[in-house]
């Protein structure tokens, strides 16, 4: 199950795991995985023995019979290899590295252009990352294609909106001035939201008590550029796409 997992990931953000870690993981674990009287250590030998296939398992699915509970449903497969990672610097290991070391770049002419593409004029860049560069507001493309084919891959940029990413959905908030936020969301409770900023770096938390209105949004966050393009950026974008 989780050898799937990792292939849609090269390496996972050692800064955004610690920001994790810190906010949801130390108040157990403690703050350099020492453990607290919630949560185990991290850095003993049981858990430095843990793959890293197990470990992303763990925070996962949680462990039943502990206090370990499950993390899939608050954070998304990005954020959770992001976590990982931290964790296993902790341990004084380098951490999760997915990244194919005989991977050179690509001399297609159509692949060149498309990359171009993708980090100029359509701005994909700018949510979305691949080979540890980019946006996070959207899901890392890397192996995109070995995932979706070629009519899944085709479909998610014509029309974005039509299957969004789990953990990628929107919520729109209408605050009390009647200004609009709109964002990716988690952590959705009885009492507030944390929406992302739109930059992708902050969570922003939002009362429930003190906005308009919240809605599920059903439209994805990703504008609809791809159906702006002629034929040739059309296939040279899809091109650099199925060379991740």
Not at 43 to 55: P, S, Y
Not at 164 to 175: R, S
Not at 195 to 221: C, H, M, P
Not at 223 to 235: L, R, S
Request: proline share 2%.
């Amino acid at each position: 199950m989780f050898v799937g997992m990792l292939s849609m990931f090269t390496n996972a953000g050692v800064g955004e795991g610690q920001e994790l870690y810190d906010a949801y993981c130390q108040i157990c674990h403690g703050g350099v995985g020492e453990g607290q009287t919630m949560g185990k250590p991290l850095t003993d030998t049981v858990a430095n023995r843990l793959t890293d296939e197990e470990l992303i398992a763990v925070i996962t699915d949680g462990r039943e019979g502990t206090g370990m509970t499950a993390w899939r449903s608050s954070f998304t497969e990005t954020e959770i290899f992001d976590i990982a990672t931290y964790v296993k610097i902790l341990q004084g290991k380098d951490g999760i590295n997915l990244a194919d070391d005989k991977a050179v770049p690509s001399d297609d002419k159509e692949v060149l252009a498309g990359e171009l593409l993708f980090t100029g004029k359509a701005g994909c860049v700018t949510c979305h990352s691949y080979n540890d560069q980019g946006g996070i507001v959207g899901p890392s493309l890397d192996g995109v294609f070995a995932r979706l084919g070629e009519s899944g891959l085709n479909r998610a940029l014509s029309n974005p909106s039509a299957s969004i990413v789990t953990g990628y959905e929107a919520k729109e908030v209408v605050m009390e001035d009647g200004t609009l936020i709109r964002g990716r969301y988690r952590n959705d409770s009885d009492v507030a939201v944390q929406i992302q900023s739109a930059d992708g770096r902050r969570w922003v938390t939002y009362f429930k008590d003190r906005v308009q209105l919240l809605n599920d949004s059903k439209e994805s966050l990703m504008p609809d550029i791809y159906a702006t393009f002629g034929a040739t950026e059309q296939n040279q974008l899809m091109a650099f796409l199925k060379s991740l």
